[in-house]
């Protein structure tokens, strides 16, 4: 069975190298709609493959760390990466180019990863995130997998090399929550939500 949360965010970003002038040259935003879709062949004490309260709390975190926030490319012009970071309090500095595909690719990672280190207390089993959809538009969007996400010829994506500002990590319940992601640390579900 395969059940799916919806996100949403508003974020800004300039995507370097693509065909467009505009997405090329300009700084702009959208409003994105983000899926996480998540399977399972077995459901929990509460007849579910995974409650959506449990999804409001880490997930949702990380998610709207990109609301309000303008996302840099590591590897863009030096002076307009210390610009964006002078003039917003709230970005996220990306070791690959904000595309659609590339926020579908980061979003799985991120996600995988806790979910991978949360520690189940309903009967949650086997688990796994199917895919994440990234809605840049109401026309256009990208759909990543797991092959996708950890996929060499699309470029490896280091967590480690994702950086939040301090006003996003301000706004998490845990300030340590990206560190224990990236260390592998275990996130205990709450019993209730």
């Known amino acids: 069975m395969i059940i799916r949360k919806l996100f949403k965010f ?12 505009r997405c090329r040259a300009s700084l702009h935003g959208h409003s994105y709609k983000v899926e996480l879709l998540f399977e399972s062949n077995f459901l929990d004490n509460g007849q579910m493959v995974y409650d959506f309260g ?7 975190e ?18 307009f ?6 003039h917003s309090e709230r970005w996220v500095q990306l070791p690959v ?9 980061v979003i799985f990672l991120m996600v995988d990863r806790l979910l991978c280190n949360t520690v189940a ?18 026309t256009g969007y990208a759909q990543g997998f797991k092959e996708d996400a950890y996929s060499v010829s699309m470029g ?14 301000e706004e998490w319940s845990d300030p340590q929550m990206w560190k224990k992601i990236i260390e592998g640390s275990a996130f205990v579900n709450p019993e209730t939500v």
């Open 10 to 21: 508003e974020n800004a970003h300039i995507v370097r190298g693509c065909s467009s002038k």
């Open 54 to 60: 449990l999804m409001k709390l880490h997930m949702k």
């Open 62 to 79: 990380l998610i709207e760390s990109f609301d309000h926030a303008v996302t840099i490319w590591e590897q863009d012009d030096k002076e």
């Open 81 to 86: 990466i210390a610009d964006m970071k002078k």
């Open 97 to 105: 180019s904000p595309s659609a595909e590339q926020f579908s690719r």
């Open 121 to 138: 207390v309903n009967g949650e089993k086997e688990v796994k995130l199917h895919s994440v959809i990234a809605h840049e538009t109401d």
């Open 156 to 169: 490896v994506i280091e967590l480690e090399k994702i950086v939040f500002s301090d006003a996003v990590i």
